[in-house]
């Protein structure tokens, strides 16, 4: 007989999960989903993964970590396999028929040219097709308010049931980052949650707080769980962009930005964010989009806020541009190394990097440029169209720091600098200010006085 989550209390669901009684089918087995599908095994379910790609799908039940820079997974994968308490599959039909509940974390994009709910849209027929009556479905996917609810139409004319009554809907936003994720979905922040009325509330509520030791913040509806994300997401990006935005001013008045804004953040109500050379990865410069396609003429802030951080790569082709005039290089035929592929350091993940845009328009300027990431192979980085480092300065004319791997930060300038042709840093994660070898280059960085600053500028 079918266990009916729909209409449990928390300790019951609770109780269920921790007994061994649920199945969870998690749609979505990227950075994500993974690590939360393989969570709740950890705590007594039984999950079914579902994702559209047969090779992760073959990967992951052979118990090879298609995620192996994310802490965690390695262990608890061998472990939830050997338990039989994990498998993976393309069906999601049958997945779907076999859970009581199910989560959603498949990729949707969003980007100056739309919005693309695709793989939402896959996933909610497979799940339509298969959803049994008492079931719960849950969107974890970070998604542009209002839309899990859209899906209702769809999931009540394929399985002939009704949202509410015969099976639960909510959306609880994913709020990790690459890199912690296990942590995150366990003890760094509460979960969000937000149901299609209490009868689903309450068993999610029981079971997010089995996995995760903050707890859960309940909100009033599923709509209004989906802006938190989204919100979160376009608080930093306007804040980025106004950083970003002083530092371009500090630069026209000759002060050091990081030095103001230090000061500044000393007073209570400050908390300006720290400029730099852009805004990469999955949720920052996306979810921007989902409120000004939404919602075009009020999100006049939020559209100008990202317009300044995609102008910032183009802002280090000019900062690369005034150094090497200043040592009398043009850019045209320079070897220009790029320090940095990923979005941000301590990943390896390129998705809206900066580093991207930048190397485009240093390739149009005709600049001979190679690419420097310890977190991407040289077949890797020319599988891309790039040309990757070849391990030696000599005879290089700038480098540019787009990612703040922890690798560059102990990178021997005075070393480096003994093999270049042109002595010319350009800092976009300020990983060397203050570095007392920067008297020996022409150094320049996002909102820094043009020249050589002195050991603790």
Not at 127 to 143: F, Q
Not at 159 to 164: D, E, M
Not at 219 to 230: D, P, T
Request: hydrophobic share 40%; aromatic share 6%.
């Amino acid at each position: 007989m079918n266990l009916v989550l729909l209409s449990l209390s928390s300790e019951e669901s609770s109780k269920l999960l921790k007994e061994g009684k649920l199945t969870i089918s998690v749609f979505g087995l990227g950075k994500m989903g993974l690590p939360l599908a393989l969570v709740f095994a950890e705590r007594g379910a039984k999950v079914i993964g579902v994702d559209a790609n047969i090779n992760i799908v073959e990967s992951l039940n052979k118990g090879v970590n298609t995620i192996p820079f994310e802490p965690g997974v390695e262990d608890m994968l061998k472990n939830s396999l050997n338990a039989g308490r994990f498998v993976a599959t393309t069906n999601g039909v049958w997945a779907t028929s076999q859970s009581d509940l199910i989560v959603i974390l498949v990729p949707v994009y969003a980007s100056r040219a739309g919005i693309d709910l695709s793989n939402m849209k896959s996933a909610m027929e497979s799940i339509g097709k298969g959803l049994r009556r008492g079931s719960i479905i849950v969107t974890e996917t970070t998604l542009p308010p209002g839309t899990t609810e859209s899906f209702i139409p769809i999931l009540e004319r394929l399985s002939n049931l009704r949202a509410g009554k015969d099976f639960g809907l909510a959306h609880a936003p994913e709020r990790t980052m690459s890199g912690r994720v296990v942590k995150d979905i366990t003890e760094s922040y509460p979960k969000i949650l937000g149901a299609i009325n209490r009868e689903t509330l309450e068993p999610l509520i029981g079971i997010y707080r089995t996995i995760n030791t903050k707890g859960v913040i309940p909100l009033s509806s599923i709509k209004a769980a989906e802006a938190v994300k989204v919100f979160e997401g376009v608080y930093r990006d306007v804040n980025i962009a106004l950083a970003n935005e002083l530092a371009l001013i500090s630069e026209e008045l000759g002060l050091n930005v990081n030095e103001i804004i230090d000061s500044a953040n000393s007073q209570p109500y400050s908390h300006i964010h720290r400029p730099g050379a852009g805004v990469g990865g999955h949720c920052i410069p996306v979810y921007p989009w989902f409120l000004i396609h939404s919602f075009p003429e009020l999100a006049k802030i939020i559209r100008l806020s990202r317009e300044i951080n995609e102008l910032m790569p183009i802002h280090m082709v000019e900062l690369i541009l005034r150094a090497l005039n200043a040592a009398g290089r043009s850019l045209k035929g320079s070897r220009v190394i790029v320090l940095g592929l990923s979005y941000r350091g301590g990943v390896k993940e390129h998705l809206n990097s900066p580093s991207i845009p930048l190397i485009e328009q240093l390739l149009s300027w005709d600049a001979n440029v190679e690419v420097f990431d310890p977190y991407y192979s040289n077949a890797e980085i020319e599988k891309m169209g790039l040309k990757p480092f070849n391990g030696s300065f000599d005879g290089a004319d700038a480098l540019v720091v787009m990612t703040d791997h922890s690798e560059f930060k102990k990178l021997d300038l005075e070393g480096i600098r003994k093999h270049m042709r042109t002595p010319v840093i350009v800092d976009g994660r300020y990983i060397f200010l203050g570095r007392e070898e920067l008297t020996d280059f022409i150094y320049i960085a996002p909102g820094i006085p043009f020249g050589k600053p002195k050991k603790g500028a």
